[in-house]
């Protein structure tokens, strides 16, 4: 799709900038963009980033990297190699960073210069460090997830450089398109803040216009109801756990209507479910106690099943609810395999089941064709500990 | 603020003449045609009032909290800046209607369940003859094709599915939920992404392109590591609170206000040592063994608990500014509400205000990106339910006062 424009990275020595950046570089390098990375001498901070292929620390093996870094090129530069740097963006198209590397305002008029920070490059905190959890932190995302007054918690694989560098991506994209008409490239300040505050729009909404601050509700929902009830979507089961809601529309009432007869089916007793018209069933006005009153239905009957009986029962029903999947549930399931989902790549000897391309463009997905780049090749690679992770 | 270096002219926004139709509903299709609005591309949103989108009548909230199409601010915000047409494309001349309007656009969003559109008479094969140049972009749950192709699906559960939420919350515990639909907001990005590339090129070849985009498979990008690491390793990556692989301490503190917290991350020893000096240099944070990594890490827990005996004494503003003075990275954890007074998402003009004919004034979102040299809106929000419909199909379709009368009369812009 992008053939011919050439994207270059600039690593600096802050892990999440490094991140975000290499994201957005492997978006337009599966696009067919042709992307070149520059890393200083001890390398991307990325590579330093366990866990590690075979548990077995080295740079080329991280697993982060790995995910990061497929489908590009990259040379060794300097930091202060100022001269190297200029002739390496003499034909670039692209340059992605994550600080103001390269000055927009003196950049060839050409060059689509876009800058990943974490608060964006003006403002009161364009100076201010942060890794993922402070990103999150300030998006009211982190604010939205835990337990009712415990603590706010962060998704376990940081979330924020992906969100930064999917964004962008489209920001360059926009900058390209726009050189179509103008002939000049602009300067595309990407926030990785603004980008996570993205992410929740309806608690935006919410605060706006009903003046209703939404709150972390652990495994519950709110905003389905106009009498304030909060509706439960996450479930134990027999073997973990499911994604499950009570729901309104057409599709919740055929949900509710399917749940009562797989209950039936399976030889149970749901009184209350088996009670409700579903023809005129509104979730939106049910109080608490309705609600926890069906609920305790609900939870007796999910807690029967395993996840594969609820995904194989959701599917023949063709009911909204999914299990709460894990890696290896993802990697066996039929769907994604039908779909030709995974490719292999070899990494270091070790055969690999990288996930493919986002979408199909005229039903072709873009392939991995090039294994991330070693560091092996351009200087040679000393052990080094948590300690030196980040390098100042 | 006008930068040195060579003069360069204004731009215009970098869509501006492009058109857009729009065939979809909820966040993870219409999303994709505000970005694209957002920079200058008209963007016709096309719905009925026979089968409403359910951000107009299902989910809340409506102004005054009484429920109403053009009452409910979900589809004010999720469509801003486009325009809004009513069809019944249940009727054959609706879908005629419709491939007019199809002629007259270089994009077509749509996400409905795979084959919805096929059985109206409106499938990517016909809506490609229609227009070969074509970018047509296809977003569902599943994809196109495969068993699952059909199923329904909200993205709150398609988040779990794709794994993500099995990553939040405490190991010992039920995960929590990771507000609203997460993977749609994934899905929307790459859409865009998409489109963005098939036109880039389309203006290099003159070819169309049909985007099959799953919103599983989407969201499965930013899972990568984690499978991976169960692929390469053996290993089931779960949820972990808040501690991080690398970062020690690495949580989120109470501070001395209610229901105030403060995220702080550790990342190297010197920083390590700052943060014993940001907390005033206590007795237990001179213990030696804590001076590596290895060494918090084994004591992780009783170095949060003596962190948070600090933190609750103090005001979560001034911790932030004490550590942010050392260098440290710290943040406060802010509520969404507090995020319209945010000085630094203030500063990139992150909220638009709008005023909506009905709901009255609204916040709208700005894209996360700013580009210099060219306009970004959101400037207005959501269409009214068939605000547009006589504009579009009188100065786009090309009817006549006539014939769009007895259209209407027939009950077709339903």
Redesign the interface.
Known sequence: ?????RVVELVGPD?WGAAAVAHCGR?LAD?GADVQKAEPPEGDPVRR???F???RGHPDRG??W???NANKRSVLLEPGDTARRVALLRDADVVLQPSLIVD????D?RLVVVTLTP??S????AQ????D???????????????P?G?????????SP???G??????A??????R???G?G??????G???M??????????????H???M??????L????VGARFR????CADG?????I???P??RHTGRMLVAWIRERGAAAPRLGAIDWETFDN?TLSQADVDALEAEVGAFLGELTKRQFFDG??AR?M????????????AD???R??A?WQDVSIDG?T?????G??????ERPTIRRAPPTLEGLLPWTPS??????A? | MSPAGPAKPATASPLAGLRVVELGWAAAGPLVGTYLAAHGADVIHVESSTALDPFRSTYPPFKDNLPGPDRAAMFAFYNAGKRGVTLDLKQPVAVGLALRLVAAADVVIESFPAGTLSRRGLGVDVLHRTKPDLVILSSCNQGQTGPHAQHPGYGSQLTALAGFTQLLGDPARTPVILYGPYIDYIAVGYGVIAILAALERRARTGQGCVIDLSQYEAGLQFMAPALLEHDANGTIPTRAANRDRVAVPHGVYPASEADRWIALSVWDDAEWSSLCEALGDPEWARDPSLATAAGRRAREEWIDERISEWSRRQPRASAVTRLRSRGLRAAPVESVGELFGDAQLAERGAWRTARHPVIGEVRLMAPPFILSDSEQGPSRPGPLLGQHTQEVFRGIVGLDAAEYAALEAQGVFK
């Open positions: 799709m992008l053939d011919g424009l892990l978006i696009l980033v366990p866990p292929l075979g548990e697993l982060l790995i995910a990061l927009p305002a003196s950049a008029v608060y964006g003006s403002g009161p905190l201010t460090p942060a890794s959890l402070e990103v999150t932190a300030s998006s009211g995302s982190l604010w939205l997830a835990g337990e007054g603590a706010p918690v962060r998704t376990s694989l940081p979330q992906f969100w930064t999917m964004y962008a991506a489209a920001g994209l926009l900058a390209i398109i726009a179509r008409a103008s000049h602009q300067h595309v300040d990407v926030s803040q603004q980008s505050v993205t992410v929740h729009p309806p608690a935006a909404v919410f605060a706006d216009v009903a209703e601050e939404h972390r509700l652990g495994p519950n929902l905003g389905r109801s106009i979507n996450i479930w134990p756990h499911v994604s499950f809601a729901q309104g529309g599709i919740g939106r959701v599917i063709n909204l609810g999914y299990p709460v999947a894990d890696a290896a549930d993802i990697y039929e769907q994604l039908a779909r989902f070790t690999l089941s990288f996930p493919g986002f979408a199909l463009f005229d039903g500990g948590t300690v030196a992770l980040r100042r």
